[in-house]
T-cell receptor, first 111, second 114 residues
Framework: KNEVEQSPQNLTAQEGEFITINCSYS?????LHWLQQHPGGGIVSLFM???GKKKHGRLIATINIQEKHSSLHITASHPRDSAVYIC?????????????FGKGTLLTVNP | KAGVTQTPRYLIKTRGQQVTLSCSPISGHRSVSWYQQTPGQGLQFLFE???????NKGNFPGRFSGRQFSNSRSEMNVSTLELGDSALYLCASSLGPTGDETQYFGPGTRLLVL
């Protein structure tokens, strides 16, 4: 079983819809990252969370450490939001730093 | 400030050859991490360097190696290439060593092994 599970794998929405992408993990973590990857490969770091909630523009990320779950929300979605969204966790403990990634959620927003 | 740069952007090699990829981090960033991305396995951690020292290594064979120079630039090397090494190789830089910091990704090097 993958340590990081994302759902859904694929998501198609109409412009303006509210989007939610979920990430669950099975181990203790010290931080969770949400990444965005557009076609062609470039990856942008959207959020890094260790607790609570963060907001940037139309994007909101939340994390529940007790339930080992995080969500990424996009309000008023737009075709330019079409991308793969990837959740990654840093395992807790020691000086080891290793990001473990989910398989990603492919989001397509139609005009 | 210039972003993370990777060279070359595209590379075609044949089985058995070796390859060296280069990554220049954002100025002032001292931590560089390398990742492999394939359609089947997704993103996987290769290794991480801070101040010229390899701090962590992922579950890859010894054919994969890397180093970091005093100016924080990093190289990774893959020897005796196999078809399965075809992938997008990404590097990312961050300010410090904690790992709990925003990572800035380069555009990647797309390697095709024939």
């Amino acid at each position: 079983k993958n340590e990081v599970e994302q759902s859904p794998q694929n998501l198609t929405a109409q412009e303006g819809e509210f989007i939610t992408i979920n990430c669950s993990y099975s181990v203790g973590i010290s931080a969770l990252h949400w990444l965005q990857q557009h076609p062609g490969g470039g990856i942008v770091s959207l959020f890094m969370l260790s607790s609570g909630k963060k907001k940037h523009g139309r994007l909101i990320a939340t994390i529940n450490i007790q339930e080992k779950h995080s969500s990424l929300h996009i309000t008023a979605s737009h075709p330019r939001d079409s991308a793969v969204y990837i959740c990654a966790v840093r395992l807790r403990g020691g000086s080891n730093y290793k990001l473990t990634f989910g398989k990603g959620t492919l989001l397509t927003v139609n005009p | 400030k210039a972003g993370v740069t990777q060279t070359p952007r595209y590379l075609i090699k044949t089985r058995g050859q070796q390859v060296t990829l280069s990554c220049s981090p954002i100025s002032g960033h001292r931590s560089v991490s390398w990742y492999q991305q394939t359609p089947g396995q997704g993103l996987q951690f290769l290794f991480e360097y801070f101040s010229e020292t390899q701090r962590n290594k992922g579950n890859f064979p010894g054919r994969f190696s890397g180093r970091q120079f005093s100016n924080s630039r990093s190289e990774m090397n893959v020897s005796t290439l196999e078809l399965g090494d075809s992938a997008l190789y990404l590097c990312a830089s961050s300010l410090g060593p904690t790992g709990d910091e925003t990572q800035y990704f380069g555009p990647g090097t797309r390697l095709l092994v024939l």
